[in-house]
Structures are given as structure tokens and as C-alpha cells.
């Protein structure tokens, strides 16, 4: 019978006129527009919806809301699949899928659930005391077991096709929480003037107000609420998000914002995006997310049908859902006597409410006392009867001894519960709130006089209403007003006038602590009272805890796992703290809290992606020459955040046949490099030389104008970490070539000297690495090659010496040609303006085409560089290597008095002679290629392990020298020449290899100086 | 994410905005003159205080600028951006921390 538990009138979310199916396992179900799938399933009768996570017991509906911990499911399908959504905050719409989880092979028949039986032997720590020895069994036998045990849900397995993005926003009250409190607290700060942002989480504003019975200003309270968010809607100054949750509170009022746009409808799909996060910075901050009611810890007081007695009056009042035919209430506040005066009303049967307390003068009781209910001060469930549904509760007494005393059992098919309330003091607590202890409400609250900070030392965060702890209506009401005026006030906004409306509401008696009940009987069901129904932490976990000298909070939940679920604690936290608490015979307060953690809830990895992912996840530089590039089979990789070609394949080629090509053609003929990633430094001022005498550790204020000279950066320690061409183009302005990959590094390192520590030198710097297209062209034809195009340059051996450069025009652009080589070829590279670049480039080549010229790659030009002994910085250099360890202290100046580096490369570490330094090695077999990174051993170490004395930096196949190469940074390298080393390799595989000079090509140097 | 006022240009901007330098007013003890243990304490000795932390940051993606912070890393409160080659935090800022240290009880020592 569908719809069996719905009432037949009421509802006030629901919409009677739309009915929705939707589909749970593949059974279709109705529900109405404006239901929770848990509502629908209430309304249906379904209550079993998943199993728990360590011991696969049957799990029902606890809560309402976001707190909920039992009911995940897995919705919607491909793509648009998600695990692990509350049901409780899924909203039905047509055709709905949604799948129970953590279950083999169905949830009826699970074959996890003997992990239930087998409970005693799985006590807290369980993992910690089990997995230890042998240690052979945890790659076959305990990683395998705790993997597949491991997790709830499943992962989807088809690439997300939503859209997600961010919004920037600043706000001068950002309230969370469309509840009473947060309604007053925006209304009155919006009254003032501010610029108000109230978010909620749920789809429908008003809290409690919608739910329970009041009267303000002589109307009924739902109907004034929502006269008060009518006034909030028609204002300029407020903005309102439903769905959206202000999930993290960060440094000074920053706070992300997590709104579900289009989950509820899928018409809304691919109009927009799915999730947004609003980035909102605001001047203060407005905490009003309202209250979680607490469980009770009594013996199965997690099978499906007991829940929280707030959450059934919810189901009832907006969804017209009735959680059962027979309720029976426990409770320890007045609160949940609406609960009982509710399923009353709505032809529920209520044969008990038991109430811990010895009595109370409250109205409710009073009420529920007039309507006939049977009230049982001073007693308990014991324990709940049933396994997939309750079927009835054993009452107990409550006795001062502890010691239970079964009274007699009660058949029904729901329980509803509630150990009083905690106010929601996430947000306040994320950036550093502090709480103090309630002793009359038994509640953690916000501290006020130790909130979050501003930037400026003022108060970051003002709470309101129950997140406060304010539980009455007149106290929420009146709070939620005073938080609005003191966050309007300190802004600077008038809020004259602002008085709080007179509420009434039915007068309530206190709350006594009830953290457990008491149960006889085995040990298997005094073992079961559940306080973290997600991860299965039982009361019992958490006292053995205590008992295992677990004395901190922190500790007692990473033992346990207790509040370490998705939900995040949000029902056992306090309760499991207040029984750590009586275990340690510590007032509660002494024990604490643990973190508060953001996100509040989990929020989609898409939204905080937003729209950074596929193309736009990281931005490519391009150079001028790129696109030609590709059309010509550029092979790309990363380098830095620019794309250059690995190789420019021909029809035909993979990289190796296309890098080996390229290699001879440039070694016989002609190759061009688009080098215009270089970096780029212009250093200006009548300072400029002796800044970049300190900078570097060449000596660079003596070159002259025209002339060119390579150049090493150290930092303060010694160590190399850049290096590049320095051209001098007059008096007072330097050229500084850098790597390609660190061309923002090096102009922030010379920012931060010139600004911090030489202010007086009068010099600018401009990173100029975009304003210009660079291009290397190098081989024995590549004078001819450009000679051949039309200019004013002199490329002579003696017009254009090495080592220095010319201004002028080539090809109708306007250059500067270096006469510079990293490839030991007869080298020019020509810088021109951006705009040039590519006309310079297609008239190189064309003009390169008689003699046979072809454009190469980064890897043609690793390959040549070490061939000729060329280090590269990150390959031969690791942030430990110092210009001396790779053989270039010739670029290292004696009489410079100071510069980066040159007090560091003086210490006893730096010039100890048993440091690794720089060498060529030549395989014993010539087709052999050393791995990268390949240590050479030598000897053993006291422990009988092979003795590493260096390791392999580069190492390629030279198709130049038709054999293998390879530099490496060996312990006393260069006294160790004509020595053979041995490189294990793993398994029984061992190369040998012949330590020789690093420049294995043209030593002389006589193919560039042409 | 901190807010941070670039005492330059006068921007009040999200961290993002700005590059942090590490703590501020180190003397760079580098030359011949200086011992083996004032090099050390230069290139690696830093504090660590729970409490008010002299720091340098950079408006990297705004004007440029490197500038010096007075931050306590309790509270995250900014007692002021000052300019980068004063050699200690102005009065005004010192006065605030004073206040602040006051209130707090926070020993003096904790300043760098």
C-alpha cells in the first residue's frame, strides 16, 4: 500500500497536487514534490535503508537533517551518480534512483553482518592490537582484508560531466542559519542599513518556527516567520540562499559557502552550474545554525525505527510522515513532549513516555499528562526488542545503584529519543572560538568573550540563538535581535529601535543528564550502546578506551573512531565525551572537546574545483611560434607553465627516430629552436653592475657593452640554483638570460635583494621574458643560413665574435643576435619583439630549406648539451650542488669581497674534497643507457650494504657519438678518472661504467669558434 | 585566508595577493667579519614565537612591494604593516601590541 504512514492532511513542505516517483534498489516508490527521500520513505513505512559500517548491522532514519548518520545512499546514475548523500537532504524529484549502500550481496541478506556476531572481538583499537605480526601477512592478508572492509559507498565510475564555479562576495553580515534567531539577526541588521547575506541549508526558511507551536506578537508563529521572510525577500540589501551552507569560517570572516544549484532538479542540469562555493569575505559574522538534539546510549538503540524524537516531529510537520503506529518516547527535557503531543494528534499511538528525570512542572508534560499519556518518570529503555525494525522496548528504573531493573516491555514499532540539545558551534569554532560548559543545559556553548578575531582584533563571530544556547522561543527571538545589533553596531550601522518582539511559548523545566542507560542480560547487548551509529563506537569502546589509558579526547576518538564518520560526530561527540568523561571521574569540561574541523558537512570536490579543471586547470603559456609548432608535429611537454616542443615529429617518426634526426641534422647541417621560453631580465640604474656583481658569482660589472658572459646565482647556503647568459647592452642596463622554468623566480630573488637588503643601490628590474621571441639556430650552415636573408648584421667570425651580440635588422625585424651556443655548434640566437617572432621564424626557415634546415627540440638540446658537458639546472643541480662540485669555479670570482653564496661555499662542508662532483661515465657496453638517477657503489658500510658514492645526473644515447653518455656527481669524481664503476640496477642486473671528462664532444671547442 | 594592507600602495587584499617573506629584521651577518655562528644564526635560526611574529610580505601580484607585518599567530589579529626598511615596528603598532600583550598576558620575550 503506498503511502501507508502519510497522514492525511498536513505536510507543510509537501505539494499533494505533484506526486513524484522514484526508485530505492529498483523498487519505485511515491513520494510528493517537496519531499526528502527520507520522507517519502518514511511515508512508505521504509525504514531499514542501510547497514552499518563495521558490523553490517540493519540501520534506519536517526535524524532530519544534515546530522543524519545512518541513512546514505548511493543517487542518480553514470555520470551524475554520487555515493554516500543523506537521505535526509535529497530532495525527490521524478525519477529519482537511489541505491542502499555497504551491503554483500543485498541488504536483506548481508554477509558482513557476522562481523556482529563476532563483536566482542572486535573492541575499539581492533586495527592497532590485530595488524602487527607477522609482518609478512599484511601485504597478502591484512591489507587486502582491511581495503576491502575499508569505505562506505562506492566510487562512481564514469568522469563527472557537471559544471561547478565560484563566486566572489563581500557582505557586511553574513548570517548562517534561516531559522528564528538568523531571520531576526539579518532583519535587523538589514533595518540598519548593512549588507546582509543569510545562507540556509535547507531548501525552506524558518527553522523550527515551521515545525513547532508558539506565539509572537499575538500571532501564531509560523505565521509570523514567514511575514519576517517576506520583509527580508522584498529588501535591496539582503541577499538569501537556500540550500547553501556556510560549510567553512576561515581566517578573518572569510567563509566558503557550499550551494547545491541544481541537485533537487535535474531540468536545471547543464543550465548552469551544479554547485557553487561563494567565497564571501564579510565584516562579521552571524552564527545561527540552530541546535542537534543528542541521542541516548541504551542497549540496541540503533535498530531501525528509533530516532531522534525532534527528527519524527519533522517528518510529521513538514512532511506529513508518520514514523511508525506505536511510538514510545524516552527523554530526559521537556522538548520532546512535543513529540508525543504531536504523533498524538496525528493518530499516533504513544503507550509510554519514560523520562529519566524524577519529574518536571513543565507545561508539555502537563499536557501530554491531560491527553492521557502514560508518563514514567525515573526510568529507561533498556534495551530495544527486533532487529530490522523495533518491535518493542524494555522499560527500566532507574535506579540511584546503576544497576538496571527490567519493569516490563512495551510493543511498538518506533522509539523516539532525546538527550537534551547541543547547540551547532561549528562555525563559530572553525577559526579558533572557544567553548565553556553549561552546567543547567548540559551543552557545550560559544564562549562570547572568546570568539574569532578580525583582522583588527574586533570579534569575528556573533552567535545567535540556539547555536548560542538559547532554547526558548523568547530567547531565541531576543537574541537572535541582540546579534543582529551587535553586528550592525560594530559596523557602524544605527540600529535605534531595535527591540525584540514579545514571544510566548510553552513554559519548560530543566534538563538532568542521562549519558547511558544501564541494560542486563549478555554481553553482547551490553556492548551495544551505540554512540557513533555511522563507524559502530559503542559506549562500551570508549570506556575499554578510557581503561587502555586513552585519557584525551583527541586520543579516545582515533582509538575508537568515534565521530570520525562523515557526519562527523555531529549526534555521539558530546555524548562519547561525557562517558569518557565519567570513565576518567573528570567534570566533562575538563576533558574538552575535539576540533571542529571544516566543512561542516562534505562538500563536492567539484564545487571546489569550480570551473579550474580540463582546459582551464592551469593556464599554458604559449610563444609566438607555438601554433606553427603544432602544425608541424610538435610533440609537447610541460616546461614551468609553458609548452615546448619534446621533439617536432614528421609523418611517420616516433620520438626517438624524430630526436635523432633532429640531433644529426644539427650537428651536420642546421637546426632552429624556438628559445623564446628563456627568461628574461632587464637590471637598470646607475647601480646595476655592482647589484649583479652581488647577485651573481661571476664578477659581471667588468663585462662591456656588446659582450656577453655566463652567469651562476647561488643562494646564501652556496647552492647553485640558476644560471643563464648576462649581456651588458650599455652603461647602466644588463640583459640577464635565465633558465626557462625560472625566469619569476630569479626576478622576484632580485626584488626581494634590491627591496630588503640594498636599498641604496639605485637600480629597476623588468621581467621582459614575454616581450620577446627568441630563436637558436646552430649547426655549421647556420651563418649561410642567415647571411641569406636580407639585414644589416654582420655574422662574420670577426664582425660577431663569441660571445657577444649586434643590434639590427633581419628579415624586416628588428633583432639582436647573440653569438651564444649551448649545443658546442657555430651558434646564433636572435631575440626580436613578440610581434616578429613568427615571421622571423618562417623566414629562418625558409631560408634554412637549401640547406636542409630543421627546427628541434628540448630534447635534441638536452642531448647536445651534455654532449658537449653543458649542465642544466634541476638535472645537475638539486638544490645541494655548488658551482666547484660541477667543476665551474671559474665562474666563481676570488676577488668579489662579497656576493650570495660566498661566505656559505667557504664552510668545511662545501670544500671538503670527499664531496660528490662532476664526471662524464661511459658505459663498458656502448648500447648501454644508465638509468637516471643509477647510484655508483663502492665497498660496503658496517651494516654489509653496498656503499653509494654517487649518482647518475643525466644520461642519454648520443646519436652524435653513436654510443651512450652520461654525467654524473661522483664522491671525489675527477680523482677518479679512468676508474670503472658499478651501478647495481636492481635484480641481478649491474652496469659498469668508465669515469672520464664530462665533454665527450669537441673538448676543443673548435665547431663553434668559426 | 588573512586580510593584509599593503602599506605602499594602501590595498587592503586577501592573502592570496601577497607572497610571505618569513620573519623580518634579520641582519644579513655574511661578510668576513662575521663568525661562523652569527652566519648560522642568519641563514637558519628562527623564531617560532606563540605570540606576536615580525614578518615580511610581499604585494606579489598587486604593487610589488615587500613590506613587514606585526601578526599574532594566536589569534591571527594584524597589529599594523609597516615599511620594510624600518628596523622595528613603528610606535603606533608597538603601542598596540603593548594594549594587546596586556590584555593578554602574553610575556614580552614572545616579540622578535
Known amino acids: ?1010 | 585566508m588573512l586580510l593584509l594592507t599593503c602599506p605602499y600602495c594602501g590595498v587592503t587584499a586577501e592573502e592570496t595577493e601577497f607572497h610571505p617573506g618569513g620573519q623580518a629584521h634579520i641582519e644579513r651577518k655574511a661578510g668576513t667579519e662575521h663568525s661562523d655562528a652569527e652566519f648560522e644564526e642568519y641563514l637558519f635560526l628562527r623564531n617560532n614565537p606563540k605570540g606576536v611574529h615580525l614578518e615580511r610580505w610581499r604585494h606579489q601580484y598587486g604593487c610589488g612591494k615587500w613590506f613587514n607585518v606585526a601578526r599574532d599567530t594566536r589569534t591571527l589579529e594584524v597589529y599594523g604593516s609597516y615599511e620594510i626598511e624600518a628596523k622595528e615596528p613603528p610606535q603606533e603598532i608597538k603601542d598596540r601590541i603593548a594594549q594587546r600583550l596586556a590584555e593578554t598576558g602574553l610575556p614580552e620575550k614572545t616579540v622578535n
Not at chain 1, 535498530?303 to 508518520?322: E, F, H, N
Request: aromatic share 8%; net charge negative; charged share 25%.
Open chain 1, 1 to 1010: 500500500m503506498a503511502d501507508a504512514f502519510r497522514t492525511a492532511d498536513g505536510g507543510a513542505l509537501i505539494d499533494r497536487s505533484r506526486p513524484v516517483s522514484f526508485t530505492l534498489n529498483g523498487k519505485t516508490y511515491r513520494g510528493y514534490a517537496g519531499d526528502t527521500l527520507a520522507s517519502a520513505l518514511i511515508a512508505n513505512g521504509v525504514h531499514f535503508v542501510g547497514r552499518s559500517f563495521k558490523y553490517h548491522r540493519p540501520r534506519g532514519f536517526v535524524a532530519s537533517g544534515v546530522e543524519e548518520p545512518n541513512a546514505l545512499f548511493g543517487t542518480g546514475v553514470g555520470p551524475r551518480f554520487e555515493p554516500n548523500q543523506r537521505g535526509t537532504m535529497v530532495e525527490l524529484y521524478e525519477g529519482l534512483t537511489a541505491k542502499t549502500q555497504n551491503h554483500f550481496p543485498s541488504l536483506e541478506y548481508d554477509i558482513g553482518s557476522v562481523n556482529a556476531m563476532m563483536s566482542r572481538f572486535f573492541p575499539a583499537g581492533f586495527y592497532y592490537k590485530t595488524f602487527i605480526q607477522p609482518r609478512v601477512a599484511w601485504k597478502h592478508v591484512f591489507e587486502p582484508f582491511i581495503r576491502q572492509a575499508a569505505g562506505l559507498g562506492k566510487a562512481p565510475t564514469e568522469a563527472d560531466d557537471a559544471e561547478y564555479e565560484h563566486f566572489h562576495y563581500m557582505c557586511d553580515v553574513l548570517v548562517s542559519g534561516g531559522g528564528v534567531a538568523g531571520i531576526l539577526a539579518a532583519l535587523t541588521a538589514a533595518r540598519a542599513g548593512a549588507r546582509v547575506m543569510l545562507v540556509e541549508q535547507n531548501a525552506w526558511l524558518g527553522g523550527r518556527a515551521i515545525v513547532d507551536e508558539g506565539e509572537v506578537d499575538g500571532q501564531p508563529l509560523g505565521d509570523w516567520v514567514r511575514a519576517r521572510i517576506a520583509e527580508l525577500e522584498a529588501m535591496p540589501n539582503v541577499l538569501i540562499r537556500t540550500r547553501t551552507q556556510a560549510s567553512c569560517h576561515e581566517d578573518h570572516n572569510y567563509v566558503l559557502c557550499y550551494e547545491r544549484v541544481s541537485d533537487h532538479d535535474p531540468d536545471l542540469y547543464g543550465g548552469g552550474p551544479r554547485h557553487r562555493l561563494w567565497r564571501v569575505r564579510a565584516g562579521r559574522v552571524i552564527a545561527a545554525g540552530g541546535g542537534i538534539e543528542r541521542p541516548i546510549a541504551f542497549a540496541k538503540n540503533d535498530v531501525p525505527g528509533v530516532m531522534l524524537a525532534a527528527a519524527m516531529r519533522d517528518y510529521l510537520k513538514l512532511y506529513a510522515a508518520k514514523p511508525g503506529d506505536r511510538v514510545v518516547v524516552y527523554a530526559n527535557n521537556d522538548d520532546a513532549y512535543r513529540t508525543a503531543i504531536d504523533l498524538r494528534n496525528a493518530g499516533v499511538e504513544v503507550p509510554a513516555i519514560l523520562d529519566a528525570r524524577e519529574g518536571s512542572n513543565g507545561d508539555l508534560p502537563q499536557i501530554a499528562r491531560e491527553m492521557g499519556m502514560r508518563t514514567m518518570f525515573g526510568s529507561g529503555v533498556s534495551k530495544t526488542l527486533g532487529r530490522k525494525r523495533v518491535e518493542g522496548v524494555e522499560i527500566t528504573e532507574l535506579r540511584p545503584s546503576g544497576r538496571p531493573g527490567a519493569l516490563e516491555t512495551v510493543a511498538c514499532d518506533a522509539v523516539a529519543m532525546s538527550g537534551g540539545w547541543n547547540p551547532v558551534v561549528h562555525l563559530y569554532s572553525h577559526s579558533g572560538g572557544k567553548l565553556s560548559w553549561d552546567d543547567d543545559q548540559l551543552m557545550f556553548r560559544p564562549d562570547p568573550s572568546r570568539s574569532p578575531i578580525r583582522h583588527d582584533g574586533a570579534p569575528a563571530v556573533v552567535c545567535a540563538g540556539t547555536a548560542s544556547g538559547h532554547l526558548a522561543l523568547s530567547d531565541v527571538i531576543t537574541d537572535g535581535v541582540k546579534a543582529g545589533v551587535e553586528a550592525a553596531d560594530a559596523l557602524g550601522f544605527e540600529t535605534s529601535g531595535a527591540d525584540a518582539p514579545a514571544a510566548k511559548s510553552a513554559r519548560e523545566d530543566g534538563i538532568s543528564a542521562i549519558w547511558f542507560t544501564p541494560s542486563s542480560g549478555k554481553l553482547s547487548v551490553g556492548n551495544k550502546h551505540f554512540l557513533d551509529f555511522q563507524n559502530d563506537v559503542t559506549a562500551a569502546d570508549v570506556e575499554l578506551a578510557a581503561r587502555e589509558g586513552y585519557e584525551s579526547v583527541e586520543h579516545t576518538k582515533r582509538y575508537t573512531t568515534l565521530g570520525m564518520a562523515t557526519d562527523q560526530g555531529k549526534l555521539s561527540n558530546i555524548n562519547g565525551l561525557a562517558i569518557l568523561a565519567d570513565a576518567l571521574r573528570k567534570p566533562i569540561p575538563a576533558v574538552g572537546t575535539t576540533t571542529f574541523r571544516p566543512p561542516y558537512t562534505p562538500i563536492s570536490f567539484g564545487s571546489i574545483a569550480g570551473r579550474e579543471t580540463r582546459e582551464l586547470f592551469k593556464v599554458v603559456r604559449k610563444t609566438p611560434m607555438h601554433d606553427w609548432l603544432a602544425a608541424h608535429g610538435a610533440d609537447w611537454e610541460p616546461v614551468g607553465d609553458w609548452r615546448r616542443p619534446y621533439c617536432i615529429r614528421k609523418d611517420g617518426e616516433d620520438r626517438h627516430q624524430a630526436v635523432e634526426r633532429e640531433i644529426l641534422t644539427a650537428r651536420e647541417k642546421v637546426g632552429m629552436l624556438d628559445a623564446s621560453t628563456l627568461g628574461k631580465i632587464i637590471v637598470k640604474g646607475p647601480d646595476a653592475g655592482a647589484f649583479l656583481d652581488l647577485l651573481y658569482t661571476n664578477m659581471i660589472s667588468t663585462l662591456k657593452p656588446g659582450r656577453c658572459r655566463y652567469a651562476l646565482m647561488c643562494n646564501d647556503n652556496g647552492f647553485l640554483f640558476d644560471d643563464g647568459v648576462v649581456a651588458r647592452l650599455d652603461e647602466q642596463t644588463f640583459l640577464c638570460h635565465t633558465t626557462s622554468g625560472g625566469a619569476d623566480r630569479v626576478h622576484a630573488w632580485m626584488e626581494e635583494w634590491i627591496q630588503t637588503e640594498w636599498p641604496h643601490l639605485k637600480v629597476f628590474t623588468a621581467n621582459v621574458t614575454e616581450e620577446y621571441a627568441q630563436i637558436a639556430v646552430a649547426g655549421p650552415k647556420a651563418r649561410v643560413v642567415l647571411e641569406s636573408l636580407e639585414g644589416d648584421v654582420d655574422l662574420s667570425t670577426d664582425g660577431l665574435p663569441f660571445m657577444s651580440y649586434v643590434d639590427g635588422t633581419l628579415a624586416g625585424c628588428p633583432v639582436r643576435v647573440y653569438r651564444i651556443s649551448f649545443s658546442g655548434e657555430l651558434s646564433y640566437e636572435i631575440a626580436t619583439p613578440a610581434a616578429f617572432g613568427l615571421s622571423l621564424w618562417k623566414a629562418i626557415f625558409e631560408a634554412g630549406q637549401p640547406f636542409g634546415i630543421t627546427p628541434y627540440g628540448t630534447e635534441a638540446l638536452h642531448v647536445m648539451r651534455a654532449e658537449k658537458g653543458f649542465i642544466m639546472i634541476g638535472d645537475e643541480t638539486d638544490g645541494t650542488v655548488t658551482p666547484h662540485d660541477l667543476n665551474l669555479s671559474w665562474a666563481v670570482s676570488k676577488k668579489k669581497t662579497d656576493f650570495i653564496g660566498k661566505k656559505a661555499m667557504e664552510r668545511p662542508f662545501l670544500i671538503d674534497p670527499d664531496r660528490k662532483r662532476l664526471v662524464g661515465l661511459l658505459t663498458e657496453n656502448p648500447e648501454d643507457v644508465l638509468p637516471d638517477g643509477a647510484h655508483a657503489v663502492e665497498g660496503e658500510r658496517p651494516n654489509g650494504k653496498a656503499k653509494m658514492i654517487g649518482h647518475v645526473t643525466s644520461t642519454y644515447y648520443s646519436p652524435t657519438l653513436k654510443r651512450s653518455i652520461a654525467m654524473a656527481l661522483i664522491r671525489r669524481g675527477p680523482e677518479r678518472m679512468g676508474e670503472t664503476l658499478t651501478f647495481p640496477l636492481g635484480g641481478d642486473r649491474t652496469l659498469r661504467a668508465k669515469v672520464v671528462e664530462p665533454t665527450f664532444y669537441d673538448p676543443e671547442n673548435a665547431r663553434q669558434n668559426v
